[in-house]
């Protein structure tokens, strides 16, 4: 059994650290690891990040991309498309029938986080609810109103 007192590091875990210049017989004495002459041998810094000795750096020669580059945007410029809450119809089982679903149901429930929600055709639905959301599949569409339900496409007044 171990205790906080006896615990001790496995063998290897702790390196001692390299001692550069401090004597010939250290094996890292008199260039202390930079090697002979030149830019890396100096002190200070060194080139900045991207430096290839004066060579045209890789950033400067590949093809300029314009526009903001977001997710789904295919770097056409535009701005990125958000990002679509998906919730299947099985889910929508877990209500009472003739209930409401709308988007902050869904928030309420767990089943999203938010943004703009579209209803899937996954599963089987037995009961009538009236789901308000801002797009539909197909099949979701005709599960829901074959269930006897009802389905609002917000944003649009469409139903």
């Known amino acids: 059994m171990f205790t906080i007192g006896t615990l001790k590091a496995p063998r290897g875990a702790r390196k001692r650290r390299k ?4 004597g010939i017989g250290s094996g890292h004495g008199t260039y202390s690891t930079r090697g002979i002459k030149g830019q ?4 200070g810094p060194g080139p900045r990040p991207g ?20 997710a789904g945007s295919n770097m056409t ?7 679509v809450a998906e ?26 986080e938010g943004g703009p929600v579209k209803i899937l055709g996954e599963g089987r ?16 569409r005709e599960k829901i109103e074959a269930a006897g339900g009802k389905v609002v496409i917000l944003g649009t007044g469409k139903r």
């Not at 890396?40 to 002190?43: E, G, I, P, Q």
């Not at 430096?51 to 977001?70: A, D, S, Y």
Request: glycine share 12%; net charge positive; hydrophobic share 35%.
């Open 19 to 22: 001692r550069v210049g401090r």
């Open 40 to 43: 890396k041998a100096r002190s």
């Open 51 to 70: 430096f290839e000795g004066g060579q045209t750096p890789l950033i400067k020669r590949l093809p300029f991309q314009r526009g903001v580059r977001g």
């Open 77 to 83: 410029g535009g701005p990125p498309r958000p990002e």
């Open 87 to 112: 919730v299947n119809v099985e889910d929508l089982q877990r209500f009472p029938p003739g209930t409401v679903v709308t988007p902050a149901l869904l928030r309420k429930e767990g089943l999203i």
């Open 125 to 140: 639905l037995d009961i009538p609810l009236e789901v308000h959301a801002h797009a539909f599949s197909r099949s979701a």
